[in-house]
């Protein structure tokens, strides 16, 4: 880009309740009866016969755990809504900034399942902040959030916008609860400011791609539970696990080679890594794909599980605060979404300020910095 700009502030806001694995083992234990068997998790399960590729090696030491790498996860209960975790966020990432809800001009909401499905959150959450400024949804499943930041970058950029609000949230509980997949992801949300940043910093290049070739290979289709409520079953066909290892590794390659492409920038000059924890092991295939040092990256999946769009947002924000990424420092951050986009972002971190860690779990507590990684 031939300005400087990028992300000012980042906060993040989760669910007060962490789910620990015990939880599904009492109250769900027909899952276990069948988890190799269930739709989604045949996507997580090598296919015999199969070649060993990158995805499959990496995979394969968490084949026999149920949880597949999972620890705990964050879900919404009582009054919490992606609404309630977004607004929190925003409010963070305004503060930080040193601006008021009058300064911002534009507010991008990316939200992975809305608390309100149609039309989205936009309207909503620019009622709760009390934000006059135009607001807009912006869907790209998993990759919403790279997708939202080229954009406001952009558009900052052009002249037109100064301060631009992305806000994230993830709430995939709220559909899946008691489903399969409901074990591999949780909730959470984040929210960053994005506006001019010193000379050189911020995003320097970006490459994004559909993701076309996806489409059928997992869907969410929408049904109810016992009690009558709206549920989402997040199925995954029987070609799935066949698919998505060749699919992983041509988004991801297409993805990276381009933004340091047109970052003009080489892969060993990448000081830290961020990749979309759609998996336990996905930041591993992600390691193993670049050939990278394992310490240049984070791995939030085993205490978040998967929490979509807000995942490298979360990543972002946690290697920050763990000082593994500082001002001046080149970034790589990579996400796909199925049935959406893939995208991959050079960015020169600047001088961001950062809201605090969510409150921790005992077993989150207990986590030495360097097991991060």
């Known amino acids: ?52 590729n990158t995805w499959t090696k990496t995979m394969l030491p968490y084949v026999s755990d149920p949880f597949r790498g999972s620890i705990e996860r964050r879900m919404i209960s009582g009054e919490e809504t992606s609404l309630t975790l977004e607004h929190n966020a925003a409010l963070q990432a305004i503060e930080l900034a040193n601006l008021t809800i009058q300064d911002v001009d534009l507010m991008i909401v990316s939200s992975m399942f809305p608390h309100h499905i149609i039309p989205g959150n936009a309207a909503y959450l620019a009622k709760q902040l009390n934000i006059e400024c135009p607001a807009f949804n912006l869907d790209s499943s998993c990759a919403g959030s790279l997708f939202a930041l080229e954009d406001a970058c952009l558009r900052v950029a052009s002249g037109r916008y100064k301060n631009i609000l992305v806000v994230v949230s993830c709430t ?32 320097l290049g970006s490459k994004i791609i559909n993701t076309k070739e996806s489409c059928g290979a997992v869907s969410a289709d929408l049904t109810t539970d016992v009690q009558g409520q709206p549920v ?37 000059e990448i000081d830290f890594f961020i990749f979309y ?91 030495p910095a360097e097991v991060l990684v």
């Open 232 to 268: 989402f079953m997040v199925r995954a066909n029987k070609e799935a696990g066949k698919k998505m290892p060749e699919l992983f590794t041509k988004y991801f390659r297409k993805c990276c080679t381009g933004a340091l492409e047109n970052a003009d920038v080489t892969l060993k």
């Open 172 to 203: 995939y509980s709220r559909f899946c609860k008691g489903e399969a997949f409901s074990i591999f992801s949780g909730d959470g949300a984040g929210a960053f400011l994005v506006g001019k940043l010193e000379a050189n910093q911020g995003l």
């Open 1 to 52: 880009m031939s300005q400087s700009v990028g992300i000012r502030s980042l906060a993040v806001s989760f669910p007060k309740e962490v789910i620990k694995n015990d939880y599904f083992l009492a109250n769900y234990p027909e899952l276990f009866d069948t988890t190799k068997q269930a739709s989604f998790s045949k996507a997580f399960t090598p296919v015999e016969g199969a070649e060993m």
């Open 277 to 367: 924890a759609a998996t336990a092991w996905y930041v591993d295939f992600c390691v193993e794909e670049l050939g990278i040092d394992p310490a240049k990256t984070i791995n939030i999946y085993p205490h978040y599980t998967n929490i979509s769009t807000a995942s490298v947002v979360v990543a972002l924000h946690h290697a920050a605060k763990l000082e593994k990424i500082h001002e001046g420092d080149l970034v790589l951050v990579y996400a796909h979404g199925f049935v959406g986009n893939a995208a991959a972002m050079v960015i020169c971190w600047g001088k961001v300020a950062l809201g605090p860690m969510p409150t921790p779990s005992p077993s989150f507590i207990n986590v």
